[in-house]
């Protein structure tokens, strides 16, 4: 019998992306809240049923997908997991051998790239998708702006930590106010990459952790290789596997893919 999932952190009242749960409101106090989560979802390949489930309890802002289809009709793949979870195709897929950002009909997407990384003979080629969003409060009101990397590195400790430096490169590249990398690193938080990205940018699960914390595998979970991080300026409110929240089910988390999700819920100043 499968070990049972550990929530360590408990607490599943990460706040919503329009402020308070009870409220829908957007905060007064110059803020956005976004929520951000990063999913290997193997292709597609698991219980899409049990995907779409977790995805829209999850109510994230902005989808940061590994593993997108990348193959035949990937086109229509990824129109699919947009319609079931309510959320919008932005940028990547196939495009970008496997990472894809999906966002909620809140972000105003301003710009996108899809980056091809450098390949080693004899592995898979990695890619970056990107993409610059905009969250408006109103028409007087200044707008939250965000830079976002969707990322799946290497399972090669020395092409991984390259790519490490070449995500923050592009990063630093856009340009925005703040800036978020959420993805499968393949890598633990002790290793190199991790700590290449998590020297240069805030560590969300290590700055507020929340719900669960080990991401692979989803049936057996010993080791947390996937996660989010923020440029400082972002305040992390929560980090971490939504174990505990509400419509998030433990069969369902076992079933959509071979990793569990990382919801983070980040606040963002505006202008």
Request: hydrophobic share 45%.
């Amino acid at each position: 019998m499968p070990a049972k999932l550990s929530d360590p952190a408990g607490a599943p009242d990460l706040p919503a992306s329009h402020g308070e749960p009870e409220d829908g409101t957007e905060p007064e106090d110059g803020t956005a809240v976004v929520r951000v989560l990063s999913y290997n979802i193997r292709s597609l390949r698991d219980d899409r049923a049990a995907l779409a489930r977790v995805i829209r309890a999850c109510a994230p802002d902005v989808l940061c997908v590994q593993e997108a289809p990348r193959f035949f009709r990937w086109r229509k793949a990824a129109a699919w997991l947009a319609r079931a979870t309510g959320l919008v195709y932005a940028t990547g897929g196939a495009t970008t051998t496997g990472p894809m950002i999906l966002t909620s009909l809140r972000a105003h997407v301003v710009r996108t790239e899809e980056i091809l990384l450098p390949r080693t003979p004899g592995l898979h080629r990695r890619g970056l998708a990107i993409a610059e969003l905009r969250f408006d409060a109103g028409p007087e009101a200044p707008a939250a702006r965000l830079g976002v990397i969707s990322c799946h590195l290497s399972l090669s400790a020395d092409e991984r930590y390259a790519q490490a430096g070449m995500v923050l490169d592009r990063l630093a590249a856009l340009d925005v106010p703040h800036g978020v990398v959420a993805g499968d690193l393949n890598d633990l938080p002790e290793g190199r990459s991790f700590r290449r990205l998590a020297g240069a940018l805030s560590d969300g699960r290590a700055a507020r952790p929340w719900g669960g914390e080990l991401t692979y595998s989803a049936v057996e979970p010993r080791r947390r290789i996937d996660a989010v991080f923020a440029t400082e300026g972002v305040e992390v409110l929560g980090c971490g596997v939504p174990l505990g929240l509400r419509g998030v089910h433990e069969a369902d988390l076992r079933a959509a893919s071979d990793h569990l999700p990382v919801l983070a819920a980040l606040r963002l100043r505006r202008g």
